[in-house]
Nanobody, 123 residues
Framework: HVQLVESGGGSVQAGGSLRLSCAAS??????????MAWFRQPPGKEREGVAS????????DYADSVKARFTISQDNANNMIYLQMSSLRPEDTAMYYC???????????????WGQGTQVTVS
């Protein structure tokens, strides 16, 4: 089991930037974290994928709504992943979740473990 802890959320004005961090612990085997991802759940809506990365080779994938604005990155030595968010919009307001998975299907990470989330509010 992988424990995930997000940080870095907050309130920001439209056009601003935030950097989310996710620290992984527990089962940090490469298989348990074959891929990692950021998801978000806007108020009153379903959870949606934002960005994913294959940890072994750095392959990434992004939702169309965040391409060219968000960047997912990883620090495998320290079991961290990040989400750099720029040009933020009010519609980016959501609870953001970090996830770890063993499978990459299509172009998405299938999550097995979730963090508790960090709130991002854009006004």
């Amino acid at each position: 089991h992988v424990q995930l802890v997000e940080s870095g959320g907050g309130s920001v004005q439209a056009g601003g930037s935030l950097r989310l961090s996710c620290a992984a612990s527990g089962s940090t085997s490469r298989h348990a974290r074959s891929c990692m991802a950021w998801f978000r759940q806007p108020p009153g809506k379903e959870r949606e994928g934002v960005a994913s990365v294959i940890t072994i080779d750095g392959t990434t994938d992004y939702a169309d709504s965040v391409k060219a604005r968000f960047t997912i990155s990883q620090d495998n030595a320290n079991n961290m992943i990040y989400l750099q968010m720029s040009s933020l919009r009010p519609e980016d307001t959501a609870m953001y979740y970090c996830a770890a998975g063993r499978k990459w299907e299509g172009s998405h990470c299938v999550p097995d473990n979730w963090g508790q989330g960090t709130q991002v509010t854009v006004s």
